[in-house]
Each structure stands twice: as C-alpha cells, then as structure tokens.
C-alpha cells in the first residue's frame, strides 16, 4: 500500500463490489477488498486492482460476526484509516414472508445490517479523528418500492436507508459524508435466475444495468465532486423506480 487514499469495500469478490473495487482502484484509490468465501474471485478482482494502478490487500471475514470484524480491522485500522468505506455485502434469500424461515430472515438481515453497524462503528472512530471520510450504503430499489418475495431483503435494505441518513446526520460536522447508492435490475449472479422478459418490460429503459454503471455513482460519490452531497439516495435503476 502506498500513499494512495484508501478504500474499504465490503462484498467485493464479485458483482457489484468487484466493479466498485477495480473502479476506485483506477480512481485512485487503493483498497482493501472484504468478501467472505470466494476466494478465487478476490484474487481476480485484486488482479484487475493491480492492473489498474492500486494496491489490495484481501481480507477474508463475515461481515455480520462482531469478533471476525474486530480480529480482521482492528489491528489494521492502528496504522491507517480508510478514506472511503464501501458497505456492500449483502445476500437474498426471497420467499414469501408466510414460508420464511427464521433462518431466511436472520441471514438476510444481519448481512445487511449488523454488517453495516460492526464495519462502520470499526472505521468511523478513525474518520472522526482525521476529520474527513466517505461512507457509501450499497441499498436497492427493493428497499424503496417493495418486492414481494423480498420482505426480508426490502426490510433490510430499508434499514440501511434509515441508517444512511440518521449517520450522515450525526456525522457531517466532521466532514464525513454518508450517502446511498440504490442499484435496481443490475447484471449479476443475483438476477440471473429472474424471469427476464417479465423485468425487462417494467424497465422504462429496457434493460438491466451493469455492475460498472453502479460503481460510477459510487466514486462520483468518493471523489470531491461530491463534496455537498450527503444523506442521500441515488438511485441506478432504469427508471423503474422513480
């Protein structure tokens, strides 16, 4: 790592978290990529990381295990703070709320939000101390309109949004920013299964967007454009939610 700003991105070993990561990286960041079991994938993305000028260094933890969080953080965060922190590890486990598992609404939930709370509550001291810093909420449209199937992933996604602005409230005197980029029908492992043709016709722009057109928004949202610009949501979705 060198003196290049830091970006921590949660998630990332594909998808969405890949296209942020490599997008920083040529932004000029360099990061530090969390995922939790996809090893090839991280290496691939910190190949591409490499390939765009930036260091990555992998840090393999659950977001949602407080002890996991601390072991992996804390040591690191003694020597450097991150910039940027990019809370995008999520998951989905759709099913309609009368068959719903505990399972499926714990997991759900506890990704998305005790994710945001042990990774945040670790990173935000350091950005407090330094007076500057970048928060950036991965949301989705699920968590503005509703899905149904998704009463777990709407509900946690919605709690972010709350989050996001109740955070960004607490801590804009600090010149740290807190905002949320809303991704709708994107391109990847999570839509694939979805019935395509259905979606498509309900997208004003008709098609899916791409992993790299969410993580525009996100370094838009880094850089110092974006420098009165906070609490808030932006969306990426096609026009389907409006």
Not at 22 to 27: C, F, G, K, M, S
Not at 36 to 58: F, I, P, Y
Not at 76 to 89: M, R, S, T
Request: charged share 20%.
């Amino acid at each position: 790592m060198g003196s290049r700003p830091i970006a921590l991105v949660t998630g990332g070993s594909k998808g969405i978290g890949a296209a942020i990561a490599v997008t920083l990286a040529r932004d000029g960041f360099d990061i530090w990529l969390n995922y939790r079991t996809d090893h090839d994938g991280a290496r691939s993305v910190a190949e591409k990381v490499s390939e765009q000028g930036g260091g990555c260094r992998l840090l393999c933890f659950d977001v949602a295990e407080a002890a996991g969080v601390a072991v992996a953080l804390e040591p690191l965060l003694e020597k450097e703070i991150p910039y940027a922190l990019i809370n995008n590890a999520g998951l989905n486990k759709d099913a309609l709320l009368a068959w719903m598992t505990n399972a499926e609404w714990n997991d759900v939930l506890s990704t998305s939000l005790d994710g945001f709370f042990f990774v945040t509550k670790a990173v935000v001291t350091g950005m407090l101390r330094k007076r500057k810093g970048r928060i950036v909420n991965i949301v989705s449209t699920s968590g503005q309109s509703g899905v149904g199937g998704q009463v777990n992933y709407s509900a946690a996604k919605a709690g972010l949004i709350g989050a996001t602005k109740s955070l960004a409230v607490e801590i804009a005197r600090r010149n740290i920013l807190v905002n949320a980029v809303s991704p709708g029908f994107i391109e990847t492992e999570m839509t694939r299964a979805l019935p395509r043709e259905q979606i498509l016709a309900s997208i004003p722009l008709g098609r899916l967007g791409s992993p790299m057109e969410v993580a525009e928004v996100v370094s838009f949202l880094c850089s110092d454009r974006a420098s009165y610009i906070t609490g808030q949501v932006i969306s990426v979705n096609g026009g389907i939610y409006r």
